[in-house]
């Protein structure tokens, strides 16, 4: 190969200087071929590696150019702004990362079948006791049709676990009670969860208010948690005695309800059990501003009442 065919083939110009690299310690490039995988995996200062799609032709791999590799100590891997799955799941399924901690997909589609695949090897790659961050985003500018995922049950093995963002806007995630209640059970160093969708193009959330609060307990380092919610019926007592949970910082909650039709008990019931809580965060922040009001007022009448008593 020339020199004009590098100009006129930057992957092939990428590729050639990734090659003559040997001290690599974090690396950003299109998708890679499978021999530069395979050099990549005996990089042993090799600790974060992003593949951007950039360009329109990146290079397919198959099951016989990824095959038992070992990155021995990367901790992050990530991919950003891929259409296809498929090459993903090839790299996680046949090799090895012992030291990983970090694992984040950006992409603008993914087809549900690609996503549950991708869900399937990442808990099956032997990194369930490393992994700390996983983090998916998936955007579709003109979703179709909302099709259901269901994620939390192949992630519940990370219990190491202490970042979780699922972020998609043509897909809707399962999540009811009793799994919520398994996946903070499982993952007792979990300090920021975000699951968000299109709650108005999904079904209602099976998450009641009581489930969350359930939840919580098992989880005291909980920071900042995003999650959809169904308030149809507020099935908390907002006169029992609550169980605080005091680490929590930021609330973000989404629901498909049209409106909150008792947005001064609501807000009464989250001050009284997420005490550290002053508002609701939502794409919708005008559903939610009644709650806030209130949330506000509550907490405005709390300080004044712990500066009264000192």
């Not at 006169?239 to 973000?252: K, V, Y």
């Amino acid at each position: 190969m020339d020199e004009y065919d590098n100009i006129a083939n930057p992957v092939s110009l990428v590729f050639d200087r990734i090659r003559w690299c040997t001290r690599l310690v974090t690396l950003s490039c299109p998708m890679i071929d499978g021999a530069i995988w395979k050099h990549l995996s005996h990089i042993p200062t090799l600790l974060k590696l992003e593949i951007v799609h950039g360009y329109d032709d990146p290079p397919s791999l198959s099951k016989r150019d990824i095959v038992n590799l070992s990155f021995l100590n990367l901790t992050s891997l990530s991919f950003r702004q891929l259409d296809d799955g498929a090459d993903i799941i090839t790299v996680i399924q046949h090799s090895q990362f012992p030291s990983l901690k970090e694992f984040k997909l950006e992409a603008s589609y993914l087809t549900s079948e690609a996503a549950e695949r991708l869900f399937h090897a990442l808990s099956h790659c032997k990194a369930c006791q490393t992994i700390e961050t996983i983090s998916f985003c998936l955007f579709d500018e003109d979703p179709e049709d909302v099709e259901t995922l269901t994620p939390i049950p192949h992630f519940l093995c990370f219990t190491q676990l202490r970042t979780l963002q699922l972020i998609f806007n043509d897909s809707y995630i399962y999540l009811d009670n009793d799994m919520l209640l398994q996946a903070m059970s499982s993952w007792p160093h979990i300090h920021t969860l975000e699951i968000n969708y299109s709650v108005d193009r999904a079904p209602s959330s099976e998450v009641s208010l009581h489930g969350l609060f359930t939840a919580l307990g098992l989880c005291p380092q909980l920071h900042t948690l995003l999650v959809p919610i169904n308030i149809a019926t507020l099935d908390v007592d907002p006169d029992a005695e609550p169980i605080q949970h005091t680490s929590l910082r930021s609330l973000g909650l989404e629901t498909s309800e049209s409106e909150i039709a008792d947005a001064e008990t609501l807000a009464r019931i989250i001050s009284a059990w997420l005490p550290c809580v002053d508002r609701v965060q939502s794409l919708d922040y005008m559903r939610w501003d009644e709650v806030n009001k209130h949330l506000k007022s509550l907490t405005a009448a709390a300080a004044l009442y712990v500066v009264g008593a000192s």
